[in-house]
């Protein structure tokens, strides 16, 4: 079935440092959504790419729609300790709204 | 800012028990998901549900499973007989235009 893995799987980063994640798959997605999950809490969304090539923000968060449609980035900058958590990338191909969730990144910032 | 509400938020059960699972999604929205999450596993894809039936499901969702839309708020996933292999996190979402997938917090299936 398809896959979609996610890169890298953990990270430490230092407040105030930039971080950079992406999510890639053997498959076409025509829409990724990427997520933010705190522990024993549902996902909440952050960001929606609905274009190859698209780049979107919101606030520190950006992301993009990678150009083969088979992949996506999410960038956070200046990160700060509340950004600690479980980031999803979810992508949907043509004909379905069965989203297939990534394998997540957890990201753990050192304050 | 409207939210997906979800309960109970834990739910134990026997095994071969059956246990309801109650949603409310936001109310303007028009389609509705289920998603089961392993701890410390990734997402997955139950079923969708819209204009009162099943749209889409997963090779999860199997003869034990059922989706209900009881009234005009209300969304219910039932487990008619439960394994323990059921146990897990278990999320509704609901989305105005089958993109946007919003999530409530879930309920935590203990089966024993």
């Known amino acids: 079935g398809q896959q979609l893995n996610q890169s890298p799987q953990s990270m430490f980063i230092q407040e105030g440092e930039d971080v950079s994640m992406n999510c890639t798959s053997s498959?076409?997605?025509?829409?990724w959504l990427w997520y933010k999950q705190d522990p024993g809490e549902g996902p909440v969304l952050l960001i929606a790419?609905?274009?190859?090539?698209e780049l979107t923000s919101n606030g520190r968060l950006t992301a993009q729609f990678g150009i083969t449609r088979k992949d996506s980035f999410l960038n956070i900058s200046a990160s700060i300790p509340s950004d600690v958590g479980i980031y999803f990338c979810a992508g949907v191909t043509s004909g379905t709204y069965k989203y297939i969730f990534g394998t997540g990144t957890r990201l753990k910032v050192l304050a | 800012e409207p939210e997906v509400t979800q309960t109970p938020s834990h739910q134990v059960t026997q095994m071969g028990q059956e246990v309801i699972l109650r949603c409310v999604p936001i109310?303007?929205?028009?389609?509705f998901y289920w998603y089961r999450q392993i701890l410390g596993q990734k997402v997955e894809f139950l079923v969708s549900f819209y204009n009162n039936e099943i749209s889409e499901k997963s090779e999860i969702f199997d003869d034990q499973f059922s989706v209900e839309r009881p009234d005009g708020s209300n969304f219910t996933l039932k487990i008619r007989s439960t394994k323990l292999e059921d146990s897990a996190m278990y999320f509704c979402a609901s989305s105005f235009n089958h993109r946007e997938q919003f999530f409530g917090p879930g309920t935590r299936l203990t089966v024993l």
């Open positions: 790419l609905y274009k190859a090539g």
């Open positions: 109310s303007n929205h028009l389609y």
């Open positions: 498959s076409i997605f025509n829409t």
